[in-house]
């Protein structure tokens, strides 16, 4: 999925991209809340902050999956993210 996501970001479609990790963002899984607020960060997509500084105050961790464990609530995540997407050294 990550790759994918690359792979279309790479392609020019970054509005779709931005779509797909705004839905994320937005679902009710805690663990695809936080894997959206990850790659938001890590593609730096500025239109999915508005969306994250909803996840600012949820001290809610996600169970781990498969090999997945979350260290960080949203919260912790979130903040970072808003932080790195805008410039910001955090």
Do not use: C
Not at 10 to 28: A, F, R
Not at 69 to 77: E, K, W
């Amino acid at each position: 999925f990550i790759r994918w996501i690359s792979n279309m970001m790479e392609s020019g479609k970054e509005n779709k991209v931005t779509e797909i990790i705004i839905e994320m963002i937005q679902h009710d899984n805690l663990a695809i809340r936080y894997e959206g607020i990850v790659l938001a960060m890590r593609h730096k997509i500025k239109a999915a902050v508005p969306y994250i500084v909803k996840e600012k105050e949820n001290g809610a961790t996600p169970d781990g999956y498969g090999n997945n464990a979350y260290g960080f609530t949203l919260s912790q995540i979130a903040r970072k993210a808003i932080a790195e997407i805008n410039g910001i050294n955090a």
